[in-house]
């Protein structure tokens, strides 16, 4: 390994060959200020622009300022990074960057989370000497994002998440000088392109530029009328990252503050969407097995492999860009819908109210659910079956206008019947997590036997791009896994021209899986939460006592009362659904 | 006895006389032949730009050497009728030096052409662009021949070093050593590009160079080719240059028929072909990383170097970028050799430099001189000084990142470093010149403005810098500049030099920062005294009448279209500034020279 | 077009080649060369100039001397077209006047050739003819 030898503010480093300087400084406890830069390095993502300017640094017999997160350095630098010169620069480039800023900070969604406020905050800005124009443009509102890129600074975070890590290609820069703005193309509305609603963009952003829609005050609104019933559930991924809102340390589970935060805010019925993750399992895990008995037995109409279709994004991704194979997913509704579909039935009855009155709000670590929730083929006669979806964000800030101390909270649990879950529903929070669960359904339907070791440790891990096969009793299952939807390319790509080796495809759209979802808490760059979040919800897993969704009572209880059995005609129409060809969808104003 | 060709009628097609009818001319003339049965004695040739625009449509008689100046259609018939047949002069076409006003003929004997020594552009205006027969005939490709029959990779390079030759797009690199870092860099697949992205407010030389004689660039970039290993080229043009687009297209097609592209050139087993990519004007594609990410499809803007392309350029591979003009000094280098060359010019810069002369000068146009002229040969000499007999004021070389240049930079030698410890630069060759009536602070405001207009937008200081520095100037020249303004002026200009990612807005506040140094004085009259002695300002203008002449007609006040003038019949009259709208009317109408502006 | 697949090839192209420039390639630099100005006003025309200009044209590119033919106009020695001027590199011009096809041979063959004067010259106490 070669190394090098340079000088940072008249200390000593070395350092490999291909260190930058921001990284050789961080080395010996010099943090030099970035604002575009991005390294979440768990995950292979790096956006290094060099655009703000923010972090150059003086190297000594260098004409101008180098920045220092696109800088390798070279053997004798020397270098400074609080020089006159550099601090100046330094201040007058943010001052620039305000003076093109809306100063809304006070009422800004993102003000407290916003990078660009920390930083004129940290370089003692207290005046914008350079007053001028400000670049303006539409806002722009879909049923999951807002765009609002007045704000936007030019970082291109969201276009490298959009472009290069979910290929899906809806966020670039446009227009050129002053004018120049992350948007869609021709200014387009993102409800009118292919975006998907996944939210790393929003996830991403250093400001208020992208943020997700804000549904908590009408929930307010819900919860205060006497009219309604108001019930919740949470995803498994929310449990694992709402703690970071509150201080706890990334990883921190906090189920049953939850449980006990939901119901001081007033909801009605705290459920959990674990319980339709174990239903999920039921009918996709049938359907697995169902379709691949067939394929076995020579049919020919039967396609494999099959995909999973629990996440909304996913969903929308391929339905913009492989229609051709909207028969390849599982037609199994996610489990925000299952939830949906079985509330305002099975359990409308149950407590005697009518599903219009019955409100049925979700907590998901995703800002796609806000989008699937309304779409026309999950309402009857035009009332929804998830009223509404609240990010994990949103619902930390509810906790906090609610005057609740969240850390003193009480565990609880969640209400019957739909509270009920099994280990197997956790892991659908994480990536591996969905097919892992399946696996163990099926392979005990499949087999008849049980499970000597219900942990795959083969289906689990943070690789974008996974497989492994599953001996089931001699039949080899081979399984492919992806998250990120670049990576859901490449084998949809394989799909398209028949070289997939695979019998079934996890597939969630951001990286990470859920625990990365688009609505959870803000990392900041700080790829390690990613990691811990991971860890928690396979620690949430084996610290249940039942682990295979088809040993979940109250699901066993649900197909007996009112289902029927799974891939029945009950099950089919509540708890299934189709795909739409939206290639032909996009258009231009 | 078969009629031999005798005359030969060169008419400019390049894109500047085409837009006076240059076409036209040639249409003309050769009408006039064949009504004349000369069709087989004299022939009317397209070259491409003989560089004295200002004079154009330009159509020389050969062999006689007759450079006739501003030709119209109509002017067909007499020269035929007149000058091929009877060997008469048209004299009312020639030139006339407006030093002792006598009729010049020989394109020879004109201060415009004097000086000049034509190394890059030695071919346009005498050779037909599309006749690759007549590119042939002046040792086209034979520097390419040679380089591939009788010399290594090594050697080529070497030759490149040893003449000195440094880029002629805007920095100056070395041209050998850029060929020798490319062929350094070990890859399967390698390019050479030529950066034809011409983007300086008034530069045309390598349109020029692309339109008068588009085989020079393919035979040196196909020498290139072979020295870093290359089989693939690709030229960068903006889409509208179409005249050069077409030219180029001709041109490739004709050395693939002969051979002089494609595979196995000249039996020698060296294959290299040349593509078009189009660039849609963009004035920061001409930096090197910016153009390859337009050309790989992105958008056109800059990223951070290293990498060079020369190690990871287009596609991820090394690549050679050089600019037309660059290009078109190769062939001759290889040709005779690098002494020759590097004998021409100074110890520093070596060779000629193209330059656009345009603005208060008597002779715009194309010219090119070797390295080390002085401003004021080129200027006062070759450029016949400026317009209406009026006052040099400034020169701004370097296109729009450059820097203005006065009276005491005159006598300095014109060379890459000299202009830079002026306060300028070199640049691809824009020169344009101002005289007593150009305000300095609006000059800067101009460039800003282009410069505002052409950032991508990538790098905040340059997004957001630029439009603050233009705003500050526009300020200035409205009259509501503050001292403060002027020390905001040069700080942002300073950091925009300092944080920005690419040259552009390395070099965007030159033109801020050059004239600050050398016209301060203006600058303080706009802000402390509100005035603008050029009297270009107009927020800063005053319309006054003079009390002596005015004899009170009245003509003033009854044509002012704000009424802002009053005035009793034979009484001294008065204009409320408040009111006034500057429009100049006033001063149109008074026949007493009563009117006056301060 | 053939392709050209040597650089011998190549050279004996470009030898084809350079003499349809050659009218360009030598008024580029004029003084390098023999500058022969035919007389060409009408009287010129008349008396037979262009039969002389196109003989010159013809056998000095037959007989292989560089040279420059312009026509030029009215000389102002009509008595004796067609008149031309001859220049010889380095040298003041000389005035042939008569100049019939004969003469004109005797002036390639002499004059050009070796420099020898032949009868006909018009004495002149000019430059040159045409300015």
């Known amino acids: 390994m070669e190394t090098i030898k340079l000088t940072i503010d008249k200390k000593l480093v070395e350092v490999e060959k291909g260190t930058t300087i921001l990284q050789a400084a961080k080395k010996i406890g010099i943090n030099i200020p970035t604002l575009c830069y991005m390294n979440l390095g768990d995950m292979n993502i790096e956006n290094k622009p060099g655009g703000c300017r923010v972090c150059v640094v003086e190297l000594e017999g260098r004409r101008n300022l180098a920045p220092a997160c696109a800088t390798d350095c070279a053997e004798g630098m020397v270098i400074h990074t609080h020089s006159i010169r550099v601090l100046n620069a330094r201040k007058t480039v943010v001052q620039l960057i305000l003076s093109d800023h809306p100063f809304d900070c006070l009422i800004c969604a993102k003000s407290g989370n916003c990078e660009l406020q920390s930083l004129a905050h940290k370089l003692g800005i207290r005046e914008i000497p350079y007053q001028g124009e400000q670049s303006t443009y539409r806002k722009d509102t879909s049923p999951a994002i807002i765009r609002d890129v007045d704000k936007c600074i030019m970082c291109r975070r969201c276009e490298v998440m959009c472009n290069e890590v979910q290929t899906v290609g809806v966020l670039s820069a446009i227009n050129r000088g002053f004018h120049a703005v992350v948007a869609p193309a021709f200014e387009m509305n993102l409800d009118h392109s292919v975006c998907t609603y996944c939210g790393q963009c929003v996830n991403v952003c250093p400001t208020g530029a992208l943020t997700e829609v804000d549904h908590t005050n009408q929930l307010i609104n819900d919860l205060a009328d006497p009219e309604k019933t108001v019930i919740v559930q949470t995803a498994p991924a929310v449990r694992a990252a709402l703690g970071e809102e509150f201080g706890l340390e990334a990883g921190t589970l906090v189920t049953g503050k939850m449980a006990s935060a939901l119901r001081e805010l007033g909801f009605d019925y705290v459920f959990d969407t674990d319980f339709a993750a174990d239903l999920t399992i039921m009918e996709e895990g049938t359907e697995l097995l169902d379709r691949l008995s067939k394929h076995l037995a020579g049919d020919k109409e039967v396609k494999l492999p099959i995909l999973t279709s629990c996440c909304p994004a996913w969903v929308k991704f391929f339905e913009h860009n492989y229609p051709e194979m909207k028969d390849i997913p599982s037609t199994a509704r996610s489990p925000q819908q299952m939830f949906g579909s079985i509330a305002k039935t099975y359990f409308a009855d149950k407590i005697g109210v009518d599903r219009k009155k019955l409100i049925v709000v979700s907590i998901m670590p995703c800002v796609a659910k806000k989008y699937e929730c309304s779409r026309d083929e999950f309402k009857v006669d035009g009332n929804p079956d998830v009223d509404y979806s609240i990010s994990t964000r949103e619902l930390a800030g509810l906790i906090k206008r609610a005057n609740i101390d969240f850390l003193s909270l009480p565990d609880e649990d969640f209400d019957h019947p739909m509270g009920e879950s099994t280990g197997a529903a956790v892991i659908f929070g994480t990536t591996g997590g969905v097919i892992e669960a399946a696996v163990r359904t099926a392979y005990e339907v499949y087999t008849g036997k049980t499970l000597k070791k219900v942990d795959f440790e083969e289906l689990r891990g943070l690789e974008g791009l996974r497989s492994a096969t599953i001996d089931f009793d001699g039949l080899k299952l081979n399984i492919g896994i992806a998250h990120g939807l670049g990576n859901a390319r490449k084998l949809l790509d394989e799909i398209k021209a028949g070289k997939s080796m695979y019998h079934a495809i996890e597939i969630m759209a951001c990286p990470g899986g859920c625990i990365g979802g688009g609505g959870q808490p803000y990392i900041h760059g700080d790829s390690s939460i990613i990691k811990a979040r991971h860890k928690a919800i396979y620690a949430e897993d084996e610290g249940k006592t039942l682990r295979k969704s088809h040993e979940n009572p109250d699901i066993i209880k649900l197909y007996e009362e009112f289902l029927g059995k799974p891939l029945g005609e009950k099950a089919h129409h509540l708890l299934h659904t189709h795909y739409f060809d939206r290639k032909k969808e996009i258009f231009i104003d | ?598 | 077009m053939t392709k050209i697949k040597s650089l011998a090839e190549l050279k004996l192209k470009k030898e084809e080649l350079e003499k349809k420039l050659n009218l360009r390639e030598k008024s580029n630099e004029p003084d390098k060369y023999i500058q022969i100005k035919v007389g060409m006003a009408t009287s010129g025309i008349a008396s037979g100039a262009k039969v002389v200009m196109d003989f010159l044209i013809e056998e000095l590119n037959k007989r292989g001397i560089d040279a420059v033919v312009t026509q030029t106009g009215d000389m102002g020695y009509c008595y004796a077209e067609p008149t031309i001027e001859v220049k010889r590199p380095g040298e003041d011009p000389i005035v042939f006047g008569y100049v019939d096809l004969k003469k004109a041979d005797e002036i390639i063959e002499k004059y050009l050739k070796n420099g020898e004067l032949v009868e006909g010259i018009i004495p002149v106490n000019y430059e040159s003819i045409d300015e």
Not at chain 2, 250 to 263: P, V
Not at chain 2, 285 to 304: N, Y
Request: glycine share 10%; charged share 25%; aromatic share 6%.
């Open chain 2, 1 to 598: 006895m078969a009629q031999q060709i005798k005359m030969h009628l060169l008419v400019c097609g390049g894109t500047g006389c085409r837009a006076s009818e240059s076409d036209q001319i040639q249409a003309s003339l050769e009408h006039e032949l064949k009504v004349h049965g000369l069709e087989n004695e004299a022939k009317v040739v397209t070259t491409g730009c003989f560089g004295f625009c200002e004079k154009g449509p330009i159509v020389k008689v050969i062999p006689d050497n007759t450079f006739y100046v501003q030709v119209k259609p109509g002017d067909a018939r007499e020269i035929v009728e007149e000058h091929v047949i009877k060997g008469r002069k048209v004299e009312r076409l020639l030139y006339t030096d407006p030093e002792n006003k006598e009729h010049v003929a020989d394109s020879k004997h004109m201060g415009f052409y004097r000086k000049q020594i034509r190394i890059a552009l030695r071919n346009c205006g005498f050779i037909d662009p599309e006749n690759v027969d007549e590119y042939l005939a002046r040792d086209g490709y034979q520097a390419l021949g040679k380089v591939l029959s009788e010399m290594t990779p090594e050697d080529a390079i070497k030759i490149i070093k040893d003449s000195g030759l440094r880029g002629r797009g805007g920095g100056g690199f070395p041209t050998g050593l850029k060929w020798e870092i490319t062929r350094k860099s070990v890859a399967e697949k390698k390019y050479v590009v030529c950066n034809a992205d011409e983007g300086d407010p008034g530069a045309f030389m390598d349109r020029s160079i692309l339109e008068g004689d588009p085989h020079v660039v393919l035979e040196a970039m196909a020498i290139c080719g072979f020295a870093i290993g290359a089989d693939a080229g690709l030229i960068y043009i903006r889409a509208e240059y179409p005249l050069a687009i077409k030219r180029l297209k001709i041109a490739i097609d004709q050395a693939r028929n002969y051979g002089l592209l494609g595979n196995d050139i000249l039996g020698t087993g060296f294959n290299f072909d040349i593509e078009l990519r189009y660039g849609a004007g963009a004035f920061v594609c001409g930096e090197e990383t910016a153009l390859i990410h337009s050309m790989e499809g992105s958008r056109g803007e800059p990223t951070f170097k290293p990498p060079f392309p020369s190690v990871e350029g287009y596609l991820g591979k090394p690549t050679n970028v050089n600019n037309v003009e660059t290009f078109a000094n190769i062939p001759p280098i290889i040709n005779k050799g690098s002494e020759w060359f590097a004998a021409i010019g100074t110890a520093r810069a070596k060779g000629t430099k193209v330059f656009a002369l345009a603005g208060k000068i008597n002779n715009v146009g194309l010219i090119e001189v070797p390295m080390g002229t002085t401003l004021r040969e080129v200027i006062f000499e070759i450029g016949g000084g400026i317009k209406d007999g009026k006052k040099f004021k400034a020169v701004q070389t370097g296109g729009p990142s450059g820097g203005c240049l006065t009276e005491k930079h005159l006598d300095i030698p014109i060379e890459y470093d000299t202009l830079i410890a002026a306060g300028s630069m070199m640049g691809s060759g824009g020169m344009i010149v101002m005289d007593e009536d150009d305000c300095m602070v609006s000059v800067a405001k101009y460039y800003l403005d282009f410069t505002v207009e052409e950032s991508c937008g990538k790098c905040s200081p340059c997004r957001i810098g630029n439009k603050r520095l233009h705003e500050i100037l526009e300020t200035i020249t409205k009259g509501q500049g503050t001292m403060e303004d002027l020390s905001k002026l040069k700080n942002l200009s300073h950091v925009i030099k300092d944080t920005s990612l690419c040259g552009l807005g390395q070099t965007s506040p030159n033109p801020v920062l050059s004239t600050m140094e050398n016209f301060w004085d203006e600058y303080i009259s706009h802000v402390v005294d509100k005035k603008c002695t050029s009297g270009v300002c107009k927020s800063l203008m005053r319309y006054v009448i003079i009390p002596e002449n005015c004899i009170g007609c009245m003509a003033c006040a009854r044509n002012c279209p704000v009424n802002c003038i009053t005035g009793e019949r034979k009484q001294v009259h008065f204009i409320d500034q408040d009111t006034c709208i500057k429009c100049g009317t006033c001063l149109e109408k008074c026949k007493f020279n009563a009117i006056a502006i301060i």
